[in-house]
């Protein structure tokens, strides 16, 4: 399944990569540097570093010297022929039908009309089978990320009960705020020296910051994290899914910069670049059904002799199914449904009052779970209903609650675990640099075997 999020952003950011001049055959062959079994190419590197300058002065910040940038882009090269790579490893693929189906979410999501993507691409300079490679690449290291992280993150029920607790019980307005933040990735166990450093830096740049530089200029060249190049910003965030450590800060006004933070990912730094509040939203108790039906649907403009045929038949079917076990209709509705919910056993979910038509609903909520109605007709044709549960729902209960819960705390333990999967991708692949013009430096990149001429900025 094609994931939804970024796609609008990387529309925009796959546009901007790739408008740009043919290159000279030199420069196509000519290699910034080798990851593993891959390469990046001179043109390619110096493509991707013009273009982070142009985003820059379109932004409105101040664009730092070009070897600045050169080894901020390369680092994030790198980490992206990793991800190719061990997505290589796990044989992972994406068809046609997912870049399809992405490229029309990225159309429905920048309100372009359907089908019109490659117009509106070739209008900005852009070649489209260049646009489709790298959306390509995108999604395969979602994929990545999907099978190495996402899958493996585990959020306790107590974890939920304990937000729900604190959060939620009790609506009231909430305030959410939206965070910036510079990463300096430290190594599992890193020394005490190096966590010295890694704070000693963050305390300069925080000194930048409060003296009027923006984060957003900031983060694209100075941090590890994988917001970095979107000026690290880190969206919006409720206070109870941040980590523990950073709560009390995020009690503070727009504007604050919190002190250098050790957590799990690294060392952070942290800015809170805006705010807005939320109503609580208190419903009334509702009642829900848990049906099944099976369907037999009348043709448009049929005869009285045909409507009396189908029905005869539907009203055979509702008295074989009276005594039937919820299995046994089922099975019924598998063979002989004509509705869309046939290949799930006629199985239509929970739903309350006013999502069903009136006649299907006034049955369903006049049956006794485990009863079979008698046929009811409705615009879509002739209905038998079998009712496998009932509920009352109270809106602010946990249970309404916990899904989102769930994907708030995972997300929260996703963005922990990523700087440090990288940086397990980088120690075990041997990375060596080459020269087109990139700005030297000393901090390494790679684990033991590789060359590196010019190491990307930690």
């Known amino acids: 399944m094609v994931r939804r999020r970024g796609l609008a952003a990387l529309f925009g950011a796959v546009v901007a990569g790739l408008s740009a001049p043919p290159a000279d055959a030199e420069r196509l062959d000519a290699l910034a540097a080798v990851v593993g079994t891959g390469a990046i190419t001179c043109y390619e590197f110096e493509q991707a570093v013009d273009t982070m300058i142009r985003q820059l002065k379109m932004a409105g910040s ?10 901020r882009v390369l680092r994030a090269k790198i980490d992206e022929q990793l991800q190719l790579q061990r997505a290589r490893q796990l044989k992972l ?16 999501r920048n309100n372009i009309p359907a089908g019109s993507l490659p117009d509106v691409l070739r209008m900005q300079g852009v070649d489209f089978a260049d646009y489709r490679e790298q959306l390509r690449r995108q999604l395969l290291i979602n994929k990545v990320v999907d099978v190495d992280l996402r899958s493996k993150i585990q959020v306790s029920e107590e974890s939920m009960r304990e937000y729900y607790r604190k959060y939620l019980a009790n609506p009231e307005p909430m305030r959410e705020v939206r965070l910036a933040r510079i990463l300096l990735a430290l190594p599992s166990e890193p020394t005490p020296e190096r966590v010295e450093r890694a704070r000693r830096r963050l305390e300069r ?12 200029a900031l983060a694209p060249l100075l941090s590890d994290g994988p917001r970095a190049s979107s000026g690290g910003d880190l969206g919006w965030h409720f206070p109870g899914a941040m980590p523990k450590p950073l709560r009390k800060f995020l009690e503070g006004p727009v504007g604050s910069v919190s002190a250098p933070i050790r957590l799990a990912d690294g060392m952070n ?3 809170i670049t805006d705010e807005r509040w939320h109503k609580p939203k208190v419903g009334k108790p509702y009642d829900e059904v848990h049906a099944r039906h099976i369907l037999l649907r009348i043709p448009e403009g049929a005869d009285e002799a045909t409507r009396a045929r189908i029905r005869y038949r539907a009203e055979q079917i509702a008295q074989e199914m009276k005594k039937a076990s919820d299995e046994e209709f089922a099975t019924r509705a598998k063979e002989i449904s004509q509705g869309p919910s046939s290949e799930r056993g006629g199985d239509l979910g929970w739903f309350r009052r006013g999502e069903m038509a009136k006649p299907f609903e006034q049955a369903a909520f ?5 009863g079979t109605s008698g046929v009811v007709e409705t615009s879509f044709g ?8 009932r509920r009352h729902v109270d809106p602010n209960a946990f249970e309404v609650h916990k899904p989102k819960i769930e994907q708030q705390l995972r997300a929260l333990e996703l963005r922990d675990q990523m700087p440090r999967w990288l940086a397990s991708l980088r120690q075990n692949t041997v990375v060596e640099r080459r020269s ?3 700005a030297p430096d000393h901090t390494p990149h790679h684990a033991s075997g590789g060359r590196s001429a010019a190491p990307a900025d930690g």
């Open 436 to 438: 087109c013009g990139v």
């Open 93 to 108: 693929k994406v068809d046609d039908d997912e870049i399809e189906q992405a490229m029309a979410e990225v159309e429905q």
């Open 62 to 71: 101040p664009v730092p010297p070009r070897p600045q940038v050169e080894r």
């Open 366 to 370: 006049s049956l006794p779970v485990g």
């Open 269 to 271: 730094l942290i800015q």
């Open 382 to 389: 002739l209905h038998i209903i079998r009712v496998v549960g």
């Open 205 to 216: 740049i925080r000194r930048r910051i409060i003296g009027g530089e923006k984060i957003s």
